[in-house]
């Protein structure tokens, strides 16, 4: 991975969550309409990806739900 985007992922990781969503949004936006379609694999990848995101972030902050 380069610098520049080991710098661009610190900086997305100090972004409050709401922020981080609408990026990850305007990201997927972008790499689509410069590539062809995302796959099935890899749409289910970033899925997994953001609300694994998210569940880390909710027991940062005490509020995770049990199961």
């Known amino acids: 991975m380069s610098e520049t985007a080991a710098q661009l992922i610190h900086a997305f990781s100090t972004l409050p969550a709401h922020e981080r969503h609408a990026v990850l949004i305007e990201l997927a936006r972008i790499a689509e309409a410069d ?4 796959t099935n694999e890899e749409m289910s990848y970033a899925g997994e990806q953001v609300f694994a995101m998210y569940d880390a972030e909710e027991a940062e902050h005490g509020n995770a739900q049990p199961g």
Not at 35 to 38: A, G
């Open 35 to 38: 590539h062809d379609p995302l």
